[in-house]
Every structure is written in structure tokens, then in C-alpha cells.
């Protein structure tokens, strides 16, 4: 069983990176980076780091006893990597489709949407929570099929790195090949915006093609100029409201709503509320698209601002 963790080995790669994009910012635009945004987003990668090791071995062994009940001995053949790796993808992509569209979810994602900064510190934002929501569920599959856990666990590792290059407003666009198949910084800078026509779009984490297949592909588009971070944006740098605000925000509403409604201030999509006083990113994609359609010119540069602890 090989026993390698590939992140580790990504972070000189990481450091290297960061700099280098900080030179480029330097020179190319001064407002990629901010001093308190980006100590807060090395602060989140820290800890996320410290939940990891905490949390990551338990999930490991319930993988192994899970997978004592598999359906196949795939093994370790050489085709077992790529099919891993493509299958694991897929499961990347439910697992973060939920993040955006289950409140439960999204309290534990919503630390990675939480700057307004878009670079590649920003990939840091990991959460420190994920250990709360049932993420670990959509695993399962892969390993009952067959799918040692230290693979899918390395193929994880493989992922995450991909990921990070993509955080990044240096790159523009890449052959329309690769932008057709594959997650790039185009695709995802969508995913990161807040504009009404970008929300909750481009879940990919590899595969670009996931989305297309599932309805939730949406290109970049020159015309208007992404805003980053959540609809309701934080407006502080301290780092414990930043990774528990949204925990704290559903306590409050279910404390607050009738009895039949408390469970779905946990389950249903964020932004929802039985009195309708905040909205969901389907009601303000449809609330903009509305007004598009009636030639409002002022659509274009149009900031939703929402209640605390909306969807983004």
C-alpha cells in the first residue's frame, strides 16, 4: 500500500507560486493582494491543516472497515489510478454542489468564498469544520466498489493541488480546447463571484465537464467585472468570526423560526427563510435575469446585497 501524501510535497510549489504571483501583482495589479486578507487566508490553511491531522486518520479507519465489504478487488493496477481519479473527480463535484446548496454544507465551504480577494492565497481558505457535515458520505461509494482508501486518498491529494493554480487572476484564457475539457482560472473566477449570473455556478474541481453535463456551467464574461467573495460580505479580518460566522448564523435562526421551519434553516439551500425576508441564489439570478429581460441598463453593474449569512 503506498503510503504518500503528494499535498505534502506540493507546498514548496505552493510558497513558490504565491510569490511569483505576488511579483506579478506588484507590477500588473496592485489590488490582487491584501496584507490582512492574505495573513487571514494563511491563518485558515494553518488550521485547516491542524483539522486535518485531528479528524483526517478517523475518517480513514471508517473507510477501511467500510471497505472489508467491497464489491471488487480492483487493487492497485495502473488503470485503478486514472479511473480512480476521474471517479473521484465526480464525487468532488457533489460533494461541492452540495456545499453551495445545503446550509449545513455551506457553513462548513463558505470559509473558502469568504475573500474578496482573488489569488492564489485564497486556495488556502480550507475550512476547519468539514468534520461537521456528512461530506465524507460521498467517499463511500468508491470504496465499496473497490477503491483502496490510500488511493482515494492520494487521487484527493492530486485534486486539491490542481486546484490551487486555478485561483489566480494572472491567467486569462487557455486554448479552448483545454477551457472546454478542463477547470481553469476563467471557469473558476466564475465559481468565486458574487454577480448575479455566476452564482453557484462551475463546481468543478478538475473536469470542467461535470458541470456542462449537470446544467451548472457558466463561461466567463469580459462585459462585466467579477465580484468576489460572499453576497453578504464579512467585514472583518477576524479570523474566528470569518470560520464559525455562518455556524453561529444558522444557531441564531433556528432559534428563532417556529418549530416546523428550524430544520430547514439546516437543510435547505442557504439564504432561504420561512418569511421570506432574505433570498437564495436562485431568486436572485431569477430577480436579475427578470430585469435584464425588461432592458434595465443598470443590471450590469448591479451589487446584491443581502441579509447576513445569504447564499454566494
Known sequence: MPDFSPT???VPGFVALVLIEMIWAWRKNPHAYEAKDTLTSLAFGLGSTVAGLLFGGLFFLLYLGVWEYRLFDIGWAWWAWPLCFVLDDLKYYWVHRFGHRVRWFWASHVNHHSS??????????QTWTGFLTLGFVFA????LLGFHPA?????GGFNLIYQFWIHTEAIDRLPRWFEAVMNTPSHHRVHHATNPRYLDRNYAGVFIVWDKMFGTFEPETKDEKIRYGIVKQLGSFNLLWAVFHEWIGIAQ?????????KLSYLLREPGWTHDGSRETSDQIRARWQERTAAGDGSVASENPIAEPREAA
Open 8 to 10: 505534502e510535497y506540493a
Open 116 to 125: 474578496q480577494h482573488y489569488n492564489l492565497s485564497t486556495a488556502l481558505r
Open 140 to 143: 463511500l461509494p468508491l470504496v
Open 151 to 155: 488511493m482515494i486518498a492520494i487521487c
Open 253 to 261: 435562526d433556528m432559534w428563532r423560526a417556529p418549530w416546523r421551519h
